[in-house]
């Protein structure tokens, strides 16, 4: 009897487990949801000049592991544009990224970084922005490829709010959370 006890106990965790991983993707936010939404998020009038911004990254479990700083310069030929981002970990670490970035049509865009595997592809709608990419990651112990998806908010005429889940194998891994603030023109 206590072997049939424990293999049912032993079944009923694995549906358990299935049933919440079946309805976890149940309730993701689509990005046509903000459509009417207002300010209307331009991506090449908020990311054109000198732009700050300070985040932290949270592993798995929520614990912050990671804080940083960001100083960014953005400008836009066209449709064309170039976003240059300088960060500073608060363990001292240093880190540049230059991101080259499309608008194509329907408030889509694609970007290409030197860490970015592929194309970024991302979709504005209203106030938000969805950006999706893969990453090399480089960590102390070697290089993983990760996938980022990012949602951006424009809070305020001067303010973003990013908010990036880092999966893996689907699994997530742990998120971004970044504060963006453009500074004012000079």
């Known amino acids: ?17 299935l049933l919440i991983l ?6 993701s936010v689509d990005i046509h949801d903000y459509s009417a939404s207002e300010p209307k998020l331009d991506l090449q009038q908020f990311f054109n000049g000198e732009l700050q911004a300070s985040g932290m990254v949270e592993d ?12 960014m310069t953005g400008s836009w030929q066209g449709n064309q544009g170039v976003l240059q981002e300088w960060f500073e970990y608060d363990d001292g670490e240093l ?9 194509l049509a329907d408030g889509r865009y694609q970007g ?24 090399l990651l480089k960590l102390d112990s070697g290089k993983y490829q990760v996938h980022f998806d990012d949602w951006m908010y424009q809070t305020a005429p001067d303010t ?12 997530t891994l742990g998120e971004v959370t970044l504060v963006i603030r453009r500074l004012e023109d000079k």
């Open 1 to 17: 009897m206590q072997m049939l006890m424990s293999r049912f106990i032993g079944f009923t965790k694995v549906w358990l487990l």
């Open 22 to 27: 079946g309805l976890s993707g149940c309730g």
């Open 60 to 71: 798995y479990s929520g614990q912050v592991v990671r804080r940083f700083n960001v100083r």
């Open 95 to 103: 880190a540049e990224r230059t991101w080259q970035i499309t608008k």
């Open 112 to 135: 290409r970084a030197e860490d970015i595997l592929g194309v970024a592809e991302g979709q504005a709608e209203g106030f938000a922005l969805r950006w999706r990419y893969d990453m």
């Open 160 to 171: 973003i709010i990013n908010r990036s889940e880092i999966r893996k194998w689907g699994l």
